[in-house]
């Protein structure tokens, strides 16, 4: 692996690309691959098993590509197969997991902390064991919201209807005092605006994507593979159907940086990560 290799960021589709734009911000030097699995979609209702298969497949054919690290965008893959990545594959694997679970422990001030993601992401406790690994003590509410992905893709982030959804998913956590609520699924930082709305000013938003960008440069630095160049990064984005409904959806997550996609057929990851 060298500095000038691209980084891989998977996801089971666009979401991941508000991940992407985070590390774009963050490190605008670094080539990226973006791999989208569209032709799966969605990982969030589906079981541990099969998400944890396909994640093993999406990985090993972004390391075939010669990616020096991957980052797992989704929070459904991350939740329940990030130890058996990082078992496989001799490279640098972060999720998304554990950069929102720390900025939440920092942000609580009375210790109830709100997680809000998929149903596979809830039901796994990734985001509950994560905070409770660092403060045993805080008391962590979790639920599902699933949707809310539906809207974002829609691109419905404002308006009577997302603010109805929004009050029946957040009324109970605001009851139960939650002060730190983590964005805990790819899409859930594009309804930032209305989830702060119902959820009130006092109430901190912890979004993944951001502080995973963050961490992200950390693990680059220590392995010395930070790429030195500080601008012109170059972009690659592959999915598995639909390329054309990848870039439009995408260009809601993406601003202008979403120039193309390629298609890549399914049947190539079949044998990958086995
Ligand atoms: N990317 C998924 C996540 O962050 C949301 C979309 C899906 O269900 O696949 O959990």
């Not at 989208?36 to 497949?57: C, H, N, W």
């Not at 993601?117 to 994560?130: D, E, F, P």
């Not at 008391?139 to 599902?144: L, N």
């Amino acid at each position: 692996m060298r500095r000038d290799d691209p980084i891989g960021i998977f996801d089971s589709g666009v979401g991941g690309l508000t991940v992407t734009s985070e590390v774009m911000k963050r490190l605008p030097g670094e080539d990226i691959i973006y791999f989208g699995d569209t032709g799966r979609y969605p990982y969030g209702s589906r079981s541990p098993e099969i998400v944890g298969k396909f994640a093993l497949q999406d990985v090993g054919f972004l390391s075939g590509l010669g990616v020096k690290a991957v980052v797992v965008a989704c929070n459904t893959a991350s939740s329940v197969a990030l130890d058996k990545l990082r078992e496989k594959f001799p490279l640098p694997i972060m999720g998304v997991i554990e950069p929102g679970a720390k900025a939440a422990v920092r942000a609580t001030r009375n210790g109830i902390l709100g997680v809000i993601g998929t149903r596979a992401t809830i039901k796994s406790g990734s985001y509950n064991q994560a905070i409770r690994r660092l403060n045993p003590g805080l008391r962590v509410i979790a639920k599902p919201c699933p949707l809310f992905v539906a809207l974002a893709e829609e691109g419905w982030t404002q308006g009577k209807a997302v603010r109805l959804v929004a009050h029946k998913y957040l009324d109970p956590l605001k009851r139960e005092g939650v002060d730190t609520l983590v964005l805990g699924c790819t899409h859930y930082p594009l309804l930032r605006g209305v989830i702060g709305e119902v959820m009130g000013d006092e109430v901190k938003l912890i979004d993944s994507a951001k502080e995973t960008s963050k961490e992200l440069k950390s693990l680059l630095e220590g392995e010395e593979l930070l790429n030195p160049r500080k601008e012109g990064g170059n972009y690659r984005f592959l999915v598995t159907d639909n390329p054309d409904a990848f870039l439009e959806v995408g260009g809601k997550f993406l601003k202008g940086k979403l120039t193309g996609a390629e298609l890549l057929e399914i049947g190539r990851l079949k044998g990958e990560g086995e």
